[in-house]
């Protein structure tokens, strides 16, 4: 059945690990949507097993990605793995007729990211970053006051995030570890507010 004949949207994640409790409880709060089963990306590590997370969530355990890309009762796919694999899981799903949320970082290049914004045209569905912060309500009205000129003309923005991560979070790839998966915000978060930039320059240090 389509999503049209439901009153519901039926959703998949692909990904088990702790980024999926947060996309749960979202789900959850949502009268509309439900979840209808994970698949976990073998090797991956989590905190908890795949098939206690599905117990948790009370819905099915996929035993292969392609089953939930291939299923009539799924209608969005939430790509919650790491983000070597988005670009890959996100384009099947998408031929497959499923609408997408990509997890940030969305994809490892803007060419993986403009293969990604062809499959969403050539199928018609929704390819989606998860950019969460700028749908906060404290952000929008931040946004707001900008587009108004409340508080005038913006010749510079300083950004920080302090959420302590743990070391081994940014192991694979150290300091780009940090870029990438946290950075990502401070960016998209400026783009929104700011606007695209005229010039990009970078500086980094680290300290150990």
């Known amino acids: 059945a389509s999503s049209s004949a439901r009153e519901t949207v039926n959703i998949a994640f692909v990904g088990a690990g702790d980024i999926a409790q947060l996309h749960y409880l979202g789900v959850q709060n949502t009268p509309q949507a439900e979840l209808n089963g994970i698949w976990s990306l073998p090797g991956c590590k989590v905190v908890t097993e795949p098939a206690r997370v599905a117990e948790d969530f009370g819905c099915q355990l996929y035993a292969d990605p392609e089953d939930i890309f291939q299923a009539e009762d799924v209608d969005a796919v939430y790509i919650l793995t790491n983000m070597e694999t988005h670009a890959d899981f996100a384009i099947r799903a998408m031929d497959a007729g499923k609408h997408v949320l990509v997890e940030k970082p969305v994809a490892a290049s803007i060419e993986e990211i403009e293969r990604m914004k062809i499959a969403s045209e050539r199928n018609n569905v929704l390819c989606f970053p998860a950019h969460n912060y700028i749908y906060e309500s404290w952000f929008e009205r931040t946004h707001e006051m900008i587009q108004s000129g409340d508080v ?11 959420i302590h991560h743990a070391d081994e979070y940014f192991s694979r790839d150290s300091i780009l570890g940090v870029i990438r998966q946290i950075g990502t915000h401070l960016a998209y978060m400026s783009v929104y507010l700011g606007g695209d930039p005229v010039e990009v320059s970078a500086m980094k240090a680290s300290i150990g």
């Open 152 to 162: 005038g003309d913006i010749t510079a923005m300083y950004v920080m995030y302090n």
